[in-house]
Nanobody, 122 residues
Framework: QVQLIESGGGLVQTGGSLRLSCAAS????????MGWFRQAPGKEREFVAA????????YYADSVKGRFVISRDGAKNTMYLQMDGMKPEDTAVYYC???????????????WGQGTQVTVSL
């Protein structure tokens, strides 16, 4: 089993920055592909970014490419999402997830955090 806990959400103005963290415990952190997803009210959960188990490969949704950076620190068992140049449409609950073969599909991930709210004001 893997437990995931997100933190770092909050309120930010358009153009601002936030860094989300996802702390993992349980089985070996470095064994899993991990990802970030988000869900806005009335919308389906959508892929944001993912990182391979070793950290060498990263993947991004087109909507965040060039603005968000995903990373992981094996020593701290933590994954991060640095969000810059934020826009109101980034407003959502952000979830971290672990252990998937198909990186962009939420239902393929085995483990999920509880989510953290991110709100971007005009």
């Amino acid at each position: 089993q893997v437990q995931l806990i997100e933190s770092g959400g909050g309120l930010v103005q358009t153009g601002g920055s936030l860094r989300l963290s996802c702390a993992a415990s349980g089985r070996t952190f470095d064994s899993y592909t991990m990802g970030w997803f988000r869900q806005a009210p009335g919308k389906e959960r959508e892929f944001v970014a993912a990182i391979s188990w070793g950290g060498a490969d990263t993947y991004y949704a087109d909507s965040v490419k060039g603005r968000f950076v995903i990373s992981r620190d094996g020593a701290k068992n933590t994954m991060y999402l640095q969000m810059d140049g934020m826009k109101p449409e980034d407003t959502a609950v952000y979830y971290c997830a672990a252990d998937s073969v198909v990186i962009r599909i939420p239902s393929e991930y085995k483990y999920w955090g509880q989510g953290t709210q991110v709100t971007v004001s005009l």
